[in-house]
């Protein structure tokens, strides 16, 4: 072997034993892993990252892994230059960016330089938005304007060992803080369950914009208890998902509002659950995820049963959400949507391709006490006992017009099903809505409420 050889082996056998190699062994599909820039230096060590590319269960990705093992995984011009490659390559190639994070901060003796590394890689993040997925496994410290970085990908993933936080003191950085916060997607239990939920997200992700909604023969069956009028949200879901394949996102935030990716079939579709009170942090959790499946033509399916907004500018945020998207939307009301929630959600406004409806369910554009006041007010008139009247008014005007058969002869929704036929209409709907083909206006973009 020669002299170069040798120095080759020894430099490959040192990086190998770092923390981001044996990460990115894990993650990726084995021997499938090639890096880019592999002896890049920073200052006179490796730079403080490894880049490259390679498979995951078959489907082709890149990777940045900051190396704590090197300087702590500090940013630096060379890291930074090695991570800008990846997003570069990553929009030429239309393949997806994983950002494993793991460090101290930045080098601080680079100065300006530092600073203009961060700013750099922010932009690159901000440019690929929408063109690729981007997931951040977040598995030791990403403080600071790291955390921005991580933050700014479509889906967040942290170990145990993560911590999330803008604050350089480290604080409110845990996983939990995170989800309450809206920031982390999927808390794992350690740092395999993590690696391991990525190259499960990855497979069920889109490569780009333009590849349209993967599709796997991994479900296809369903198994669950045939749904009833009583069915919770979670019921519902799973019904309609093929089994085990729905993954819930941001479980610990916003509440009212369950999201998440699941397959129906065997095809990746995006589910939004609604229930009782839509609060502030359900319709921004909701209108993300809406936005973000619109961007990869990932299908959403509805499910609604609320009653009312609690905010008007959130409230606002969901219905732009839902009425620019133009991939497949289809809506199921297993219970209440009336007046705002129908409109935003469910009706004409959020632009739904298909709208259907449980026999049990309330649907009018008006809540029945708003309708019944409106319409039915003069009944009223002479009445020994108004309070207890009014009640059974509106109860009346709710069994009468608040009805799915009323809604669907006045053309609100499309289809009026029995519970046990959810998942074959829901399924049905989404194979018509494949070819689904949308010109917009020209325009940079919508003023949406943030």
Known sequence: MSAGNEMLQASRDALKATSAYKRIARLFDEGTFNEIDSFAKSGDDFAEAAAGFGTIEGCPAYVFAQNSDICGGAMSKAQASKIKKVYEMAVKTGTPVIGIFDSIGGRLNEGADMLAAYGEILLHSNNLSGVVPQIALVLGPCIGTSAMIAANADLVVMSDKGELTLETSGCCASSEDAMKAGICHIAAGNEDEAINTVRTLITALPSNNLSGAPVTDMFGENTGAALTCSASAADVIAAVADDNS??????????????????????????VAYQDEIDADACSKAARFVRFCDAFAIPVVSVVNATRFASVREAAKLSNAYSEATCAKVTVITGSAYGAVYIAVAGRGANADVTMAWPCAVVSPLAPETGAMFAWNEKLAGSENPVEDRKKLIEEYAKTECTPFKAAADGFIEDVIDPSETRAKVIAALDMLVGKRVSRLPKKHANIQL
């Not at 509002?257 to 589910?271: C, E, F, I, K, R």
């Open 246 to 271: 729905f993954i819930e996102l941001q479980k610990g935030f916003g509440c009212a509002a369950v999201t998440g990716l699941a397959q129906a079939s065997g095809t990746t579709v995006g589910v």
